[in-house]
C-alpha cells in the first residue's frame, strides 16, 4: 500500500511539474476563470465546446502541486466528452474527494487524487478546476470568474 501511495504521489508530482494542456488554446470559444483563495490557486480554463462536446480544453495558471496536477488531469479526461459525460464523472470525482470511495473502472487515472479526502484543505485545491469547468459549461456566460467559496 505504501508504495501505491507513493506511485500516486509521484504521478501528482510529475502532472504539476509537467502539466498536460498547459497553454492557451487559440480554438477556445469558452474561457473560465477559478480562484481558491485558502490555497491561493488560480486557473484559467480555455475550452473548445460544439454541440455539447469539449472538442479541446487547456489551462494557464499557478497553484500548488494537488491543483495543477487535477487540472492537468481533468483536462485529458475532459477532451473529447460531453457536457452530460462531464457533469457525470465530475459527480463521481466529487464523491470520492470527499469520501475516498471509488470505482476504479469508473475513475481511472483520477483514483491518484482519491487520498486527498483525508486532508480537507486540499480538496478544494483538487476540485477547483471541475467546479470551475462544470459551472462554466452550464453558464450561459462564455468567460466568468468562479470561486471554491
Ligand atoms: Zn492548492
Known amino acids: 500500500m505504501d508504495e501505491l501511495r ?8 510529475d502532472h ?13 470559444n469558452r474561457t473560465a476563470d477559478g ?4 490555497c491561493g490557486d488560480q486557473i484559467t480554463l480555455y475550452m473548445n465546446v460544439e454541440n455539447d462536446v469539449i472538442k479541446d480544453i487547456s489551462f494557464q495558471g499557478q497553484g500548488c502541486a494537488i491543483s495543477k496536477a487535477s487540472t492537468s488531469i481533468m483536462t485529458t479526461i ?11 464523472i465530475f459527480n463521481k470525482f466529487q464523491h470520492m474527494i470527499k469520501t475516498g470511495e471509488y470505482d476504479i473502472d469508473q475513475m481511472g ?10 486532508y480537507p484543505v486540499r480538496v ?4 477547483l478546476p471541475w467546479h470551475t469547468a462544470i459551472n462554466s459549461l ?5 468567460a466568468k470568474i468562479f470561486s471554491t467559496e
Open 16 to 28: 504539476s511539474r509537467h502539466p498536460h494542456n498547459f497553454k492557451v488554446l487559440d480554438s477556445a
Open 78 to 88: 475532459l477532451k473529447g466528452k460531453t457536457i452530460a459525460e462531464a457533469q457525470s
Open 35 to 38: 480562484y481558491n483563495p485558502l
Open 6 to 13: 507513493e506511485l500516486y504521489q509521484s504521478l501528482i508530482l
Open 138 to 142: 452550464k453558464s450561459e456566460d462564455k
Open 124 to 127: 478544494k485545491c483538487a476540485i
Open 109 to 118: 487515472k483520477l483514483a491518484v487524487l482519491a487520498g486527498i479526502h483525508k
